[in-house]
């Protein structure tokens, strides 16, 4: 069973796991950081927008600071030139600060470590520990070996001189990319691929979004992370499982410079869930084929995307804790995020009511041209949340689905001669209806009991039905978008499929003529529960004042079942 823990300001932080295992461990007297302040760091690559699986990172790094009242960096890991830029640096802190974290002072970027990569570069040359190699890409691979057979290099022997005065040159620019390569020199029988002599600079002649044109030159992630983490004086260097197999070169890279510090990598599984895509290649191939509308579309699973959907960091955090640290990857449900979502929203979304698929209903015994106000609560769950007016006259709209000509078994809504009740209003009876020349219902026709007013009768009678509406004379017409998963398999991009042969076509549904109670033209609040309807927030990017736009967040039905 996870242990909740607690910080020195009584604060909840994350559950206790394997990683903190380890942590006490090194912490304890006569461990290796005894006496040290546990120090983490979030290192993204600044390439593309956060997505929920960076969020589980983010709650690890920062929520492990946190219990062990440490520190924790933000650092772009800006490497390599190619796809980084500066917008994507501003989301992501915008991202990390909207889920609740803050890194204080200790904003750094990997480029500005670039010259001392640079001299630890020189400095494994200088102690025959790395060498210009010259073999192109094709013959990189073809010289790899297999797990009978080493790699090989020709240019593993090169002199020590030689190879610093070629790194000098790759630096100045006088070798075209790909030309030439720094490889670091440990053992190319290695069963780990990743000690085969692994390449640790690069040449390309491009552009950084933080240096300019001043380097062309690049340190590989593998050679640059542990540098950056040994600078910073991070002590636990937490990473996904995928970085398991590289950390042999990790610890070889920190044991052969003179590093100021000595970090530990741990290793944990990342996020999967289904229905999704988590690459950010493939993420940017939505946005940019236009599979989406931009990297914050609500289908994404990016933070700025769920965020517009009506995610909130509260929410978030609930899901990236619940499903916990692990050593094995795993894939979790979609509905498990939506479950975490639709409990956090019924506690804090005020309620209203809309309709989205309307049809008229008149009340034909009710005076022409009279007014009715009735006075609710916005959530029943905080009373301190106040009360709102609602608005009653003899025309209403109801959904469409509340009302039947034919009614199947069990059918409790509207239907010829049967009694319901408006929600907070009076009891209704239905008389009939019109159509118009398809067969289509137009409007409803109902009488009321006077006597009904807020939901009591003098004779004490009930009703099974209860539906919403909406007052035909006060209300806010609406645009409402109706999400779905993006994508209609659960694995779209495993094994030889093509992610964009499963995109759900039914993932966006637009309605243009829905009704909203006047009362969200005052409300401050961006989350509501339309009433039988599901959990929906404004659309701030794409709302204005005179044109109010809902997206749906979660459904009220929650499909989700905790496995036993």
Known sequence: MAEEIKNNNNEEVMSSNFIHTFIDEDIAEGGQYEGKTVHTRFPPEPNGYLHIGHAKAICIDFGTAEKYNGLCNLRMDDTNPTKEDVEYVDAIKEDIKWLGFDWGDRFYFASEYFPQMYDYAVEL??????????????????YRGDLKTPAKSPYRDRPIEESLDL??????????DGKMTLRAKIDLASGNFSMRDPVIYRINHMAHHKTGTEWCIYPMYDFAHPIEDAIEGITHSLCTLEFESHRP????????ISAPAK???IEFARLGINNTVMSKRKLRQLVEEGYVNGWDDPRMPTLCGLRRRGYTPESIRS???????????STVEYGFLEHCLRNDLN???????????????VITNYPEGKTEEFTVENNPNHPEDGERTITFSRECYIESEDFMEEPFRKYQRLYPGNEVRLKSAYYVTCTGCDKDENGNVTTVYAEYDPESRGGDTPDGRKVRGTIHWVDANNYVPAEVRLYDNLFTDPEPDTGDKNFLDYINPESLVVLNDCKVEASVKDNPHTHYQFMRLGYFCTDNKDSSKDHFVFNRSVSLKDGFKKKK
């Open 347 to 361: 506690d804090r979304a005020n309620r209203i009511m809309a309709v989205i698929h309307p049809i008229k209903l």
């Open 319 to 329: 899901f990236c804790e619940q499903i916990g640290v692990s050593k094995v990857n």
């Open 167 to 176: 790194f000098e040159r790759m630096k100045n620019g006088e070798f075209e």
């Open 125 to 142: 040359i200088k102690k025959g520990l790395a060498y210009v190699c010259e073999l192109n890409a094709e013959q990189m691979k073809e």
């Open 263 to 265: 970090p530990r990598q």
């Open 249 to 256: 070169l990790y610890d070889w890279v920190i044991a052969n």
